[in-house]
């Protein structure tokens, strides 16, 4: 009689860790999707102002090469230049 109550006891044990691995595990999957969407709504809000602060750029770029042609095709040219050479090196 006495094993069969240790056994029971046992028994109950088990299913309460059980329950309890459970729900702790449920706490800490939730707790890790909140981070998740946390970080995913910063991410895209610094991809959104990143790419506020390319369109203001590039409107700065063309106002530039506008008010310079000759001066933005002499730059491309160098640039280019310098590219090429830098890549004829590493061959």
Not at 19 to 41: F, L, M, P, W, Y
Not at 57 to 84: D, H, N
Request: glycine share 6%; charged share 30%; proline share 1%.
């Amino acid at each position: 009689m006495r094993t069969s109550e240790l056994t029971s006891e046992l028994d109950a044990l088990k299913r309460e860790l059980s329950r309890a691995a459970h729900a702790a595990n449920d706490r800490v999957t939730e707790a890790a999707k909140s981070g998740v969407e946390e970080i995913t709504g910063q991410i895209r809000t610094m991809l959104s102002d990143l790419g506020e602060t390319f369109g203001e750029e590039e409107k700065v770029v063309e106002a530039l090469i506008a008010e310079r042609p000759m001066a933005a095709v002499a730059s491309a040219f160098a640039l280019g230049l310098v590219v090429g050479l830098m890549l004829r090196r590493r061959s």
